[in-house]
């Protein structure tokens, strides 16, 4: 099969109390990886303006980027979340701190076990399950005595009166967001993160990205990456539509604002429970290398049981480094 997108959410998501991520095969050499990285004696840069600074108080303190969503008129407050139970993202065994008035620190800054985790200003509020009670998104900072700052958007709701943590996603090490804020049914997020070729100081990947919330997990739905000149590279599945019922193939249809590489997009079929069915390839038709193109195509879907739910992406992935530059997805049933 064909290994996934290491930015989507279920690499970096986590479903609590439910079953183990799919992407846990691999957490541990990523975790390895993102761990070196926050350990590396690269100092940051001041271009690089995180959410807000988990790096130990005698470094220079960073502005955090202003809320973008009006309090809750129901639901969990941002005074509940600054003392709320967190789940922490970037360890590899489940462990959970209690947070005082935002913050949790344990050990001392430069030795072997250090962590101060954060919670920003920054966060929004909305309804994303649909039961009349707002949720709470939030942007929380991990940081193990590096200089790397991880942070994670988690999700937070009140139950009977008490702030329980729901989940989280991974986003960046040090991101520059943009917007936070709730939309119909998932979580807006507009951000720069960090490249294949950037620094460690400096992200320059500005992009927009919708997440929802799919058995429990913050799902990745669409992603939107900029060219350095600012033109959006995206991809917008036209046809089928949400929830459209399908049988053992799928007619798919839509466009792209910059054709991809050789003009191929990959798909992916995944079911409920992220689990990979089936890959392929996508033509799409453009009049130039990079122009605006379109693509229409039948994927065939398998002999999968009436009834099942699955998810197809279309992804433009880089044929230089494997980065994901542009995705859109639709959930559909099989009939």
């Known amino acids: 099969m064909v290994s996934r997108n290491p930015l989507t959410s279920r690499h970096y998501g986590r479903q609590r109390s439910v079953a183990v991520a799919p992407w846990r095969h691999n957490r541990p050499v990523l ?42 008129h129901s639901g969990i407050s941002a005074g509940q979340i ?4 967190y789940q922490l993202g970037f360890t590899d065994a489940p462990q959970t701190v209690q947070l005082a008035n935002g ?8 030795s072997t076990g250090y962590m101060e985790i954060r919670v920003t200003d920054v966060m929004a509020f909305g309804d994303i399950d649909g039961d009349g009670l707002n949720e709470a998104a939030a942007m929380v900072s991990e940081n193990y005595g590096g200089t790397g700052v991880f942070v994670f958007l988690a999700l937070y709701a009140e139950r009977a009166g008490k702030p329980v943590f729901l989940t ?11 917007d936070l804020r709730f939309e119909t049914d998932g979580i807006f997020v507009s951000a720069t993160t960090h490249g294949a070729e950037d620094p460690f ?27 350095p000149d600012g033109r959006p590279r995206s ?15 799928v007619q798919i249809r839509g ?39 379109t693509f229409e195509t039948m994927i065939n879907i398998g002999g999968l ?22 995705m859109d997805s639709v959930e559909l049933v099989v009939k």
């Open 201 to 227: 100081c400096c992200p320059t990947l500005r992009n927009e990205r919708h997440y929802k919330l799919i058995n429990n997990q913050l799902e990745l739905t669409d992603y939107t990456t900029f060219t």
């Open 103 to 110: 913050e949790f620190r344990e050990g001392l800054a430069g």
């Open 31 to 72: 975790l390895l990886i993102l761990f070196l990285i926050g350990c590396s004696p690269v100092s940051p840069s001041g271009t690089a303006v995180p959410i807000e600074s988990a790096v130990p108080s005698e470094n220079t303190p960073l502005t955090p980027a202003p809320p973008t969503a009006t309090p809750p």
């Open 305 to 326: 049981l009436s009834g099942s739910l699955i998810r197809l992406e279309l992804q433009d992935v880089s044929a230089a480094d494997g980065s994901l530059l542009a």
């Open 82 to 85: 600054r003392n709320a139970q």
């Open 168 to 178: 989280s996603v991974f986003l960046d090490d040090r991101p520059v967001l943009s």
């Open 255 to 293: 466009s792209v604002a910059i054709a991809p590489f050789e003009n191929n997009l990959a798909y992916r079929i995944y079911d409920v429970g992220g689990v990979e069915l089936s890959a392929g390839a996508v033509s799409v038709s453009a009049p130039d290398p990079g122009a605006p193109g």
């Open 235 to 249: 991809i917008v599945i036209e046809a089928p539509v949400q929830g459209a019922e399908v049988f053992s193939s």
